[in-house]
């Protein structure tokens, strides 16, 4: 059985006292524990408050990004140690916006996996293919080709603190849900692609979908066999529609 999760991408919103607002409004609107695992990504600037904000409750802290080494002349970047300073236990690596405006390839995504292994961060890998991608039927190979490097090099037994999120990069920030059965499809594929590699550990590995998830559209992506939950943009920056999404999953 794997314990469904919902993340919230903050992405280059909220300030530090806007951050600690919503994170207040997320623990006291969720009450008692929820019936599934709850994940605040904040912006870095903001992980302390929020951290500070969800401590002693169920809620989780997540960067968006992280660098692979522990230290050094990288003028910009924030080291895996640096996270768990401030009371990150996960971390978004690879995000279709690292891959398309910063430059993120399977190559540095495998690099900052295997940091945040090396930590005790939980790596949520990001994979996803374009517009075009699917509309010329080259979906699956692109998102195999995202497993095969990002994941490059792991052990079945490291894929316990993976969480992977398929995230169509035509339906990030557009509206364009993929249907329960589209997303279903690709989670089926990249479960079978990892039963490959990694043997029967795959069944065990959380898959979430990311991609235009709101409150009225959260049941039937979670009904799906392979989907264990979702990441949120848009929606999660605000506390009513987030807790909407938790509260709809089923
Ligand atoms: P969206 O973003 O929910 O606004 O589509 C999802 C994401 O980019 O993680």
Same mark, same amino acid.
């Given at each position: ?62 960067? %968006?990004?992280? #660098? ?10 924030? $080291? ?8 990150? $236990? ?28 090396? $930590? ?25 080709? %995202? ?36 997303? %279903? ?38 009904? %799906? ?15 009513? $529609? ?5 509260? #709809?999953?089923?």
């Amino acid at each position: 059985m794997r314990t469904r999760v919902i993340a919230g991408n903050w992405k280059m919103h909220k300030t530090v006292a806007e951050g600690r607002a919503l994170a207040r409004a997320i623990r006291e609107g969720l009450g008692g524990a929820p019936s599934c695992e709850v994940i605040l990504a904040p912006p870095f600037t903001a992980l302390e408050a929020v951290g500070a904000e969800i401590a002693g409750s169920p809620i989780g802290l997540a960067a %968006q990004n992280v #660098h692979w080494e522990e230290a050094g002349a990288f003028t910009g970047e924030i $080291s895996p140690r640096m996270l768990e300073d401030v009371g990150c $236990s996960a971390v978004l690596i690879g995000h279709s916006e690292r891959r398309q405006y910063f430059g993120e390839t399977d190559r540095t995504v495998n690099l900052r996996v295997r940091a945040a292994l090396r $930590s005790t961060l939980a790596p949520i890998v990001c994979v996803g293919e374009s517009l075009a991608d699917r509309e010329s039927g080259r979906h699956e190979d692109i998102v195999a080709q %995202q497993l095969a490097g990002g994941l490059d090099g792991l052990t079945a037994g490291d894929l316990e603190r993976i969480i992977l999120a398929y995230e169509p990069v035509w339906a990030i920030g557009t509206g364009r849900t993929a249907s329960p059965e589209t997303a %279903q499809e690709m989670h089926g594929f990249i479960r079978r692609t990892l039963a490959g590699k990694f043997g029967a550990d795959a069944g065990r590995v959380r898959i979430v979908y990311g991609g235009s998830v709101k409150p009225d559209n959260t049941a039937a992506l979670m009904r %799906q066999p392979d989907i264990d939950g979702a990441l949120v943009g848009g929606a999660c920056l605000e506390a009513k $529609s987030f807790l909407g999404i938790i509260r #709809h999953e089923p």
